[in-house]
């Protein structure tokens, strides 16, 4: 079964690699629907300015080693969302990396998933969903979850550099094509759950389908013309 689902996402490679391409331009345009101007965004703003604020603050070793377990974290998340066995996660004692090791050959989503995935935001937002099940949804929750979203955009920066050993893995092409689409699609998601929680997510999704339906009539038109 894992190898099979293996194959499979390999398979998937390039295909989502230019779908993500093609999705980029509908994801900048679909940040224009948001109302902003409006309380729950105004906390989630203030959520992400105070993890910039506490983020200047704090030790950089102590800063250094959260991004790592999250980082590693992430790979053993989607290790395990491909039905292989993670087997131990290790952190080096100078904050120098770490590393998550698994039985399986692996596939490309577990490699590349630190660099697109918020984590951290998607248990924010699972707790939430318990939460309000219980209880009416605050601002004080869109502060929280601004506070991992802007945790998610100062780890991706700071995680994609010409040291990096992941993004070889995949290649170079791959991530250009990839991660700036899949990112902008991640933080959408965030956005609309912040809105209407997960019907909002399912709204957004719908809405990047249109967009991108509308965006290849525009490149068809276009193509035609030239012809």
Not at 101 to 114: D, M, Q, S, V, Y
Not at 210 to 218: G, R, T
Request: with cysteine; proline share 3%.
């Amino acid at each position: 079964m894992r190898i099979l689902i293996d194959r499979f996402i390999e398979m998937l490679k390039w295909p989502v690699a230019c779908y993500m391409l093609f999705l980029f331009p509908a994801c900048i345009r679909s940040f224009y629907s948001f109302q902003f101007m409006t309380w729950k965004y105004v906390a989630l703003a203030l959520g992400i300015a105070v993890f910039y604020i506490s983020r200047n603050m704090s030790d950089a070793a102590i800063r250094t080693n959260i991004q790592i377990i999250a980082h590693e974290c992430t790979h053993a998340f989607f290790a395990l969302l491909t039905f292989h066995k993670v087997t131990r996660i290790r952190i080096e004692g100078d904050n120098s990396g770490g590393q998550m090791e698994f039985k399986g050959r692996g596939n490309w989503l577990i490699t590349i998933a630190p660099y697109f995935f918020p984590l951290f935001c998607f248990v924010c937002m699972a707790g939430i969903s318990l939460y309000t099940a219980f209880a009416p949804m605050n601002l004080f929750l869109n502060g929280v979850l601004g506070y991992f979203v802007g945790y998610h955009i100062d780890t991706v920066f700071s995680q994609i550099h010409e040291k990096q050993t992941d993004l070889p893995k995949v290649g170079y092409k791959f991530c250009v094509m990839f991660l700036p689409g899949a990112n902008l699609w991640a933080i959408g998601s965030v956005f609309a759950f912040n809105s209407r929680g997960w019907e909002g997510v399912w709204l957004y999704q719908r809405l990047l389908n249109y967009l991108n339906h509308k965006n290849y009539e525009i490149l068809v038109r276009f193509l035609s013309d030239i012809i």
